[in-house]
C-alpha cells in the first residue's frame, strides 16, 4: 500500500470517528432538549391546576376562607393560601391598587389575612420573550462548545504574528556552549539547506531535547528560530489531548498543515511524552493517545525534500517516549541539556542580571560556586528573589546578604521568626541539627557546614546548610554512605542526648532510604547482590534472581541504613563535647555560620 494511500485510509477514518462523536453529540442534545420540554410542559400543567380565578379569589376572600396573600411590587401575580389546603395557588388581578385596597378593609373588618407585598424580583423583570429565547441560547451555547471541542479552532503559537519570529537569539542562551555549537549545524540547514541536499544529505527531520525542568530546552529552541530567522511554531503536547477521539489527530495534522505553509520553519512541541509515550492495545484515553502519536509519525514521515521543516520536542522523561519516534528519519538527533557547570552558571547569572542594580561587592562569580546543581531557571529564580528582598529591606542596591536570603528561601523555605514553640522542642531542635553538622565535619567525603539555623523555615523546625562549591558528575560508593550518615546524625543525636526520638527526622530517613534503596537496586553497589539494575522490573522479570529476591534487597537497604546509624551514633559519642558546644551556641544565637562553626573544632 502506497503511503498516501494508508493516509488517505487513515484520514478518512478520523473523519468517519468525528462525525460520530458529532452525532452522538447531538443525540444527546436533542433528548436534553426533549426532556426540558416535558419538564416544562408538566409544570405549566402543575401551574394550570394550582390557579385561581379572580373572581373566586374575591369569593374566597370574602368567606374569610384566605389566610395569606403575597404580592411583588408592580407584578399583577399574586400567591394566596387557602385555608385548610396545602399547596399555595397563583391569582392574575386586574388592578393591584384597587386590590390592596380591597384586602385592606376586610382586614379592618375582622377577616384574618397576612397581606405580604415583595419588592420586584430580578427575574420577574426579565422580559418574557428573553426567557423564551433562553433554551435556544443553551443549545447555540452547547453547539459553539462542542465545535471547539472538536478541535475546529486553530492550535499552536506562531511567535511575533507580524514577523511570525522569535527576537532570541543564541546570545540570550549561556550555559551550553557544546550544545549551541551542535545547533548551528540546524541554524545552517534552515538556512542554506540546498548546500546539504547538493551533496546527498538529508535534513534532520526531528531534534529531541532533553534535560531537567528548567535547563532551557524551550529557550534553545526559540534561539534557532531566532538565528535561522524562520517562522517558529510552539504547542504542548498536553494541547492535543481531547476528551472526544480523534481529535489529537487532527489537530497535530492541522499543525503540520500550518507548518508547510509557514515553511522553511521550526515545530517546537513542548512536553512530548504526554502524546509520545510508548503505545498500548488499551482502549479508552490511551487509544486516543495511540491515534495521536501515529498521526505524527505519518506527519514527520510526509515531509518532502524540498519542505525544510525541523520538529524540536522537549521532555523531562525520554524513557518513556515510543520507539518508533526515536529511530532515523524521526528525531535524527537527541541532544542532552544538562544543568549547567560553573561557567556556565557564572554566564547565566551575567545575563538575568543586566537589568539588576547589584552592589559594588556581589560577586557574581562566588554565587556561582554555591550554587552547584541549580539550573538556568532556578538562578533566574533567585536573582529576582534577591531583587524583591532588597526592595523589602530598602536597600537601594541589591546586597549580599539579599541573595543569600533568597537562595535561602528557594531552597529550604520563607523563615517564620513569629512562630513559638516550648523550650524542650527548641532544644530538641538544637541538637538535631547540631547532630548533622558535627557528623558531616568527620566524614571526609561532605562538604563544609555553611550555615546551621534553628529558626523555622517552610517546613522544617531548623536546618544545616552545605557548601556547594563543587560539580559532581559522578558519586561513589563511599561517599553515598557517608551521606546515609551525615542524614542521620539528627536522628542519632537526639537518641544519644534525649534518649528520645522525634518526627523532625521524617525527611532525613525518607531521603536516606531512596539513597540506599538506589544503591542496591539502581547503582548495583550491594556486596551480596551484585552489580544487577533491579529497578523497574516487572514481577516475573525479578523472579529470574530468586523467589525471596525481594526480601534480600530489604535486607540488604537495611544493613545500610543501620551501619549508617550506628557509625553516626559513635562519632557523636566520641565527640560529645563538641555537640554540646555547638547545641548550646544555637539556643543562644538561633543561628551559627561557617567561621563560627569552624572554631569549635580549632585546638
Same mark, same amino acid.
Given at each position: 500500500?502506497?503511503?498516501?494511500?494508508?493516509?488517505?485510509?487513515?484520514?478518512?477514518?478520523?473523519?468517519?470517528?468525528?462525525?460520530?462523536?458529532?452525532?452522538?453529540?447531538?443525540?444527546?442534545?436533542?433528548?436534553?432538549?426533549?426532556?426540558?420540554?416535558?419538564?416544562?410542559?408538566?409544570?405549566?400543567?402543575?401551574?394550570?391546576?394550582?390557579?385561581?380565578?379572580?373572581?373566586?379569589?374575591?369569593?374566597?376572600?370574602?368567606?374569610?376562607?384566605?389566610?395569606?396573600?403575597?404580592?411583588?411590587?408592580?407584578?399583577?401575580?399574586?400567591?394566596?393560601?387557602?385555608?385548610?389546603?396545602?399547596?399555595?395557588?397563583?391569582?392574575?388581578?386586574?388592578?393591584?391598587?384597587?386590590?390592596?385596597?380591597?384586602?385592606?378593609?376586610?382586614?379592618?373588618?375582622?377577616?384574618?389575612?397576612?397581606?405580604?407585598?415583595?419588592?420586584?424580583?430580578?427575574?420577574?423583570?426579565?422580559?418574557?420573550?428573553?426567557?423564551?429565547?433562553?433554551?435556544?441560547?443553551?443549545?447555540?451555547?452547547?453547539?459553539?462548545?462542542?465545535?471547539?471541542?472538536?478541535?475546529?479552532?486553530?492550535?499552536?503559537?506562531?511567535?511575533?504574528?507580524?514577523?511570525?519570529?522569535?527576537?532570541?537569539?543564541?546570545?540570550?542562551? #549561556?550555559?551550553?556552549?557544546?550544545?549551541?555549537?551542535?545547533?548551528?549545524?540546524?541554524?545552517?540547514?534552515?538556512?542554506?539547506?540546498?548546500?546539504?541536499?547538493?551533496?546527498?544529505?538529508?535534513?534532520?527531520?526531528?531534534?529531541?531535547?532533553?534535560?531537567?525542568?528548567?535547563?532551557?530546552?524551550?529557550?534553545?529552541?526559540?534561539?534557532?528560530?531566532?538565528?535561522?530567522?524562520?517562522?517558529?511554531?510552539?504547542?504542548?503536547?498536553?494541547?492535543?489531548?481531547?476528551?472526544?477521539?480523534?481529535?489529537?489527530?487532527?489537530?497535530?495534522?492541522?499543525?503540520?498543515?500550518?507548518?508547510?505553509?509557514?515553511?522553511?520553519?521550526?515545530?517546537?512541541?513542548?512536553?512530548?511524552?504526554?502524546?509520545?509515550?510508548?503505545?498500548?492495545?488499551?482502549?479508552?484515553?490511551?487509544?486516543?493517545?495511540?491515534?495521536?502519536?501515529?498521526?505524527?509519525?505519518?506527519?514527520?514521515?510526509?515531509?518532502?525534500?524540498?519542505?525544510?521543516?525541523?520538529?524540536?520536542?522537549?521532555?523531562?522523561?525520554?524513557?518513556?517516549?515510543?520507539?518508533?519516534?526515536?529511530?532515523?528519519?524521526?528525531?535524527?538527533?537527541?541532544?542532552?541539556?544538562p544543568t549547567p557547570d560553573l561557567k556556565g552558571r557564572l554566564e547565566i547569572l551575567k545575563i538575568h542580571s543586566k537589568d539588576k542594580r547589584l552592589a559594588e561587592d556581589v560577586n557574581l562569580e562566588s554565587i556561582a560556586e554555591d550554587t552547584a546543581g541549580f539550573t538556568g531557571?532556578?538562578?533566574?529564580?533567585?536573582?529576582?528573589?534577591?531583587?524583591?528582598?532588597?526592595?523589602?529591606?530598602?536597600?537601594?542596591?541589591?546586597?549580599?546578604?539579599?541573595?543569600?536570603?533568597?537562595?535561602?528561601?528557594?531552597?529550604?523555605?520563607?523563615?517564620?521568626?513569629?512562630?513559638?514553640?516550648s523550650e524542650k522542642d527548641k532544644r530538641l531542635t538544637a541538637y538535631h541539627e547540631a547532630g548533622h553538622a558535627v557528623v558531616s565535619r568527620y566524614l571526609p567525603t561532605q562538604t563544609n557546614v555553611k550555615e546551621i539555623s534553628i529558626i523555622p523555615r517552610g517546613v522544617a523546625?531548623?536546618?544545616?546548610?552545605?557548601?556547594?562549591?563543587?560539580?559532581?558528575?559522578?558519586?561513589?560508593?563511599?561517599?553515598?554512605?557517608?551521606?546515609?550518615?551525615?542524614?542521620?546524625?539528627?536522628? #542519632?543525636?537526639?537518641?544519644?542526648?534525649?534518649?528520645?526520638?522525634?518526627?523532625?527526622?521524617?525527611?532525613?530517613?525518607?531521603?536516606?532510604?531512596?539513597?540506599?534503596?538506589?544503591?542496591?537496586?539502581?547503582?548495583?553497589?550491594?556486596?551480596?547482590?551484585?552489580?544487577?539494575?533491579?529497578?523497574?522490573?516487572?514481577?516475573?522479570?525479578?523472579?529470574?534472581?530468586?523467589?525471596?529476591?525481594?526480601?534480600?534487597?530489604?535486607?540488604?537497604?537495611?544493613?545500610?541504613?543501620?551501619?549508617?546509624?550506628?557509625?553516626?551514633?559513635?562519632?557523636?559519642?566520641?565527640?560529645?563535647?563538641?555537640?554540646?558546644?555547638?547545641?548550646?551556641?544555637?539556643?543562644?544565637?538561633?543561628?551559627?555560620?561557617?567561621?563560627?562553626?569552624?572554631?569549635?573544632?580549632?585546638?
Open positions: 500500500m502506497s503511503k498516501n494511500n494508508k493516509n488517505n485510509k487513515e484520514n478518512k477514518k478520523e473523519k468517519q470517528t468525528r462525525l460520530w462523536a458529532l452525532l452522538i453529540s447531538l443525540i444527546i442534545l436533542l433528548v436534553a432538549l426533549i426532556g426540558l420540554s416535558v419538564y416544562l410542559m408538566q409544570n405549566k400543567e402543575k401551574e394550570d391546576e394550582n390557579t385561581l380565578a379572580y373572581t373566586d379569589l374575591i369569593k374566597e376572600i370574602s368567606a374569610g376562607n384566605i389566610e395569606k396573600i403575597e404580592m411583588q411590587t408592580g407584578s399583577t401575580t399574586v400567591k394566596v393560601k387557602v385555608r385548610n389546603e396545602e399547596e399555595e395557588k397563583t391569582a392574575i388581578v386586574p388592578n393591584t391598587e384597587s386590590f390592596i385596597t380591597l384586602v385592606q378593609s376586610k382586614v379592618e373588618e375582622g377577616n384574618e389575612i397576612e397581606l405580604i407585598q415583595k419588592p420586584r424580583s430580578f427575574i420577574s423583570q426579565i422580559p418574557s420573550f428573553i426567557i423564551s429565547f433562553l433554551p435556544t441560547a443553551i443549545m447555540l451555547a452547547l453547539f459553539i462548545m462542542l465545535f471547539k471541542m472538536q478541535g475546529l479552532g486553530e492550535k499552536g503559537k506562531v511567535y511575533d504574528e507580524t514577523e511570525r519570529k522569535t527576537k532570541i537569539t543564541f546570545d540570550d542562551v #549561556a550555559g551550553l556552549d557544546e550544545e549551541k555549537e551542535e545547533m548551528k549545524e540546524i541554524v545552517d540547514f534552515l538556512k542554506k539547506p540546498e548546500k546539504y541536499t547538493k551533496m546527498g544529505a538529508r535534513v534532520p527531520k526531528g531534534v529531541l531535547l532533553y534535560g531537567k525542568p528548567g535547563t532551557g530546552k524551550t529557550l534553545i529552541a526559540k534561539a534557532i528560530a531566532g538565528e535561522a530567522d524562520v517562522p517558529f511554531i510552539s504547542m504542548s503536547g498536553s494541547e492535543f489531548i481531547e476528551m472526544f477521539a480523534g481529535l489529537g489527530a487532527s489537530r497535530v495534522r492541522k499543525l503540520f498543515e500550518k507548518a508547510r505553509k509557514l515553511a522553511p520553519c521550526i515545530v517546537f512541541i513542548d512536553e512530548i511524552d504526554a502524546i509520545g509515550s510508548r503505545r498500548t492495545s488499551n482502549s479508552g484515553a490511551e487509544t486516543e493517545n495511540n491515534q495521536t502519536l501515529n498521526q505524527l509519525l505519518v506527519e514527520m514521515d510526509g515531509f518532502g525534500s524540498e519542505e525544510t521543516i525541523i520538529v524540536l520536542a522537549a521532555t523531562n522523561r525520554p524513557e518513556m517516549l515510543d520507539k518508533a519516534l526515536l529511530r532515523p528519519g524521526r528525531f535524527d538527533r537527541r541532544i542532552t541539556i531557571a532556578e538562578l533566574e529564580n533567585i536573582l529576582n528573589e534577591a531583587a524583591i528582598v532588597a526592595t523589602k529591606n530598602k536597600h537601594e542596591d541589591i546586597e549580599n546578604e539579599d541573595i543569600e536570603e533568597a537562595v535561602k528561601k528557594v531552597t529550604v523555605g520563607l523563615e517564620k521568626r513569629e512562630r513559638k514553640y523546625g531548623g536546618y544545616t546548610m552545605y557548601k556547594s562549591d563543587e560539580d559532581k558528575y559522578y558519586i561513589s560508593k563511599t561517599e553515598m554512605e557517608e551521606k546515609l550518615v551525615a542524614l542521620l546524625g539528627g536522628r #542519632a543525636a537526639e537518641k544519644l542526648v534525649l534518649n528520645d526520638i522525634s518526627t523532625g527526622a521524617s525527611n532525613d530517613i525518607e531521603v536516606a532510604t531512596k539513597i540506599a534503596r538506589d544503591m542496591v537496586t539502581k547503582y548495583g553497589m550491594s556486596d551480596k547482590l551484585g552489580p544487577i539494575d533491579f529497578q523497574g522490573k516487572e514481577p516475573y522479570e525479578m523472579q529470574m534472581f530468586g523467589e525471596d529476591i525481594g526480601d534480600k534487597i530489604g535486607l540488604e537497604v537495611k544493613e545500610l541504613i543501620n551501619t549508617a546509624y550506628n557509625r553516626a551514633i559513635s562519632l557523636l559519642q566520641e565527640h560529645r563535647d563538641k555537640l554540646d558546644a555547638i547545641a548550646e551556641e544555637l539556643l543562644k544565637h538561633e543561628k551559627i555560620n561557617e567561621e563560627k562553626f569552624e572554631e569549635f573544632f580549632k585546638e
